[in-house]
């Protein structure tokens, strides 16, 4: 058993403690935190891809998912599209408006260092969010769908069961995409990108083709999850912007490329965020557990390198 | 003589200079600097009842003889914008008199250059306490209308109080405060928990009615948050009687369908937002929602002024107003119209005194005059009024010379 199998050994059944012990001190904080933390891992999943394949950090991740949601309210309120439909339609339109951006712009800053690329993304999210402003003002609006408030009720245990989709989403996600990149051609084409991009070329690996696709699937899936989403929250034109800062915290706990750590980290720190909710009086508290994490991560990064 | 012939020439053109400077600047346009947040509905919205109040205003001929102009600046809801367009306005544009806005956060930085040209300021916004103290005292040039944050408290406890007098069924003793967790919220909570303090010594706005508090932070949707289910769990540990929630405009509904969901029903649902999201009422989920305000398109139906406002308004910008920020700043600029007639001057002293002496029908459906707050001596407005949500319109429920409907009690989903 080499040293980071033992490491994970450890970490997983502190884990399950955890997890127990918050089971039974309170059930409804577990629930409220494997729902919400599954959506966390959800939206990060995009800019773990990203990061992890193209070695590109979006800055502009939170917008993609807020365009996504106005789109899918638009949706809902002219045509009368159910959110959970309107899913598949934001996919492929988010993935033009991705199509688009990265012909535009994000090309060109492929290899051309961090700081060019952080200075592009700041600047398309800036774009999006003024655009969203001019169109839809700085009112919040909202879809509501009598199913999104249903619960499930065991004797006195009531629990929304809505967000039970976003835990669902999430396996079948985060299943498929490992299917993709392992058993299909092009899955294995974006593996051997994201290890060695210059090696992917050599053996005839359209490396230009995969950055291309990888950032259109990007933003599509924000697509459908921002549908999935929509029917639980207020839209406005910062609405993604948390979800950014959230997500860049779960790549840097997973790690780069660390597909599965983000289910585990996502769900983890909202098990932890909902148990410092419920504590009473504590609420405010609960963006120490993601950026506690954030900024243990990283230091704890630097004295490894240090060594 | 011929030197002493062209010396009284030029002089003689002097004067005509100055007197015809003079003259021209009698004749010119009274002007009206603002400052509003033009990309918040707010902002945008009291800016256009002020343009419609100046319209109103110049087609009756202007005030004093002369034409009313208003020039607006954004203040993008930020503090140092707000602050040099005061500056803007006084230096550049020299503007007679200020008027706004919004946004306590914004005005503090405003109220040290106003202090610095000290011109009538009659100000719409900026209800935190911290402003008023940051005004002081002595600053007779400046008039606020909003009721100060600690005034509207106070009035939703009368409000509750005459309510509960008017309907045997209602009971309201144990409050439970649901408040975001930034300065906003807990400043609501704090005045709440004084508000109890004094209830239990028998003294204040809350006596005989808040005979328990319980009091639980969240974090806003508009800050990151939007899960409210571990604050609402804790809510229906506590069976209040009422409960009401100080948070923003994007909590709204999510806070409703999550209450929904856990199967939360108070006899008193009542939010205590800023503002409400667009098309707030369409949802299923507002029916019978209590919410506090300064006003509510149903006042059409008792004050023909509000109904006047309401006409004007829609003509001149093709849509309804949706927010009390827009008859407050139509008041804001008729206001200062009336306070000249009064006057018959713009004079600095002599208007102050007909703005204190006047007493004003608004749109909102109250009548304004002047007294003193705690720290100044021109404060306009001091309540609130309490709304309900029902069949899809904002119902007046108190005060009860102006309501439109008796309350639905309780509520119900």
Known sequence: MTNNQKWIRILLFFLTVFVIIIGLWEPHALIFGLQRGSLYALIALPLALLLGIMDILNLAHGEFLTVGLYISYLLFVNLGVDPLVSAIPVFFLLVIIGAIIYQLAIKRVLGAGHLNQLLLTFGISMVLIEIVKIIWTTRPRNVYVPYASSAVTFGDFRIGSYEFLYVILAVAVFLLLRLFLKKTRLGQSIYAVGQNPKGAEIVGINVKFVYFFVFCLSIGLLGIFAAVMLPRISIFPLTGNPFSLKSFALVAMAGLGNIGGIMIAGVTLGIGEAVIQAIPGYAGWSDLIFFGVLIIVIMAKNLQGAK | ?413
């Open chain 2, 1 to 413: 003589m011929k030197k002493s012939l062209i010396t009284v020439v030029l002089l003689a053109s002097l004067i005509l200079v100055v007197f015809a400077n003079g003259v021209l600047a009698q004749d010119g346009p009274i002007k009206i600097g603002a400052v509003n947040p033009l990309g918040d509905v707010t902002g945008a919205q009291s800016t256009n009842a002020m343009e419609l109040a100046v319209e109103e205003i110049n087609a009756e001929g202007g005030l004093l003889g002369r034409e009313v102009e208003l020039i607006v600046i954004d203040s993008e809801l930020r503090p140092e914008k707000g602050a040099s367009a005061i500056e803007r306005l006084a230096t550049s544009d020299e503007v007679d008199f200020f008027v706004g806005g919004m946004a306590s956060g914004v005005h503090m930085a405003q109220v040290p250059v106003l202090k610095r040209y000290e011109k009538i300021t009659i100000w719409a916004g900026a209800a935190s306490h911290q402003v008023e103290n940051a005004v002081g005292a002595d600053a007779d040039w400046y008039f606020h209308l909003h009721p100060w944050d600690y005034q509207q408290g106070a009035s939703y406890g009368y409000g509750w109080k005459d309510i509960a007098e008017q309907n045997p069924d209602i009971e309201i003793d144990k409050f439970f405060l649901a408040y975001e967790e930034g300065a906003f919220g807990t400043d609501s909570y704090q005045s709440y928990v004084e508000y109890f303090e004094d209830a239990q010594a028998g003294e204040g706005p809350y006596a005989g009615l808040m005979e328990g508090l319980e009091g639980v932070s969240f974090k806003s949707a508009a800050t990151g948050g939007g899960d409210y289910r571990a604050m609402l769990r804790q809510a229906i540990d506590y069976d209040p009687d009422i409960f009401v929630w100080a948070g923003y405009d994007a909590d709204a509904i999510p806070m409703l369908a999550q209450a929904r969901e856990l199967g939360f029903q108070p006899p008193l649902y009542v939010g205590a937002p800023p503002g409400w999201p667009a098309n707030f009422g369409d949802s299923p989920l507002a029916e019978n929602v209590v919410l506090y305000g300064m006003w509510a398109p149903s006042l059409n139906e008792v004050s023909p002024i509000a109904k006047h406002f309401w006409d004007g308004y829609i003509e001149m910008h093709g849509h309804e107003p949706a927010t009390y920020f827009a008859p407050l700043g139509y008041t804001n600029i008729h206001f200062l119209a009336e306070g000249i007639k009064h006057a018959g001057t713009i004079e600095k002293e002599a208007l102050i005194e007909a703005l204190r002496e006047i007493e004003y029908d608004t749109a909102l459906g109250t009548t304004l005059s002047i007294s003193p707050s705690r720290v100044i001596s021109n404060q306009g407005f001091s309540e609130q009024k309490i709304l309900q949500w029902q069949d899809g319109t904002q119902h007046v429920i108190w005060p009860f010379d102006v309501s439109t409907s008796e309350i639905v009690y309780p509520y119900d989903f």
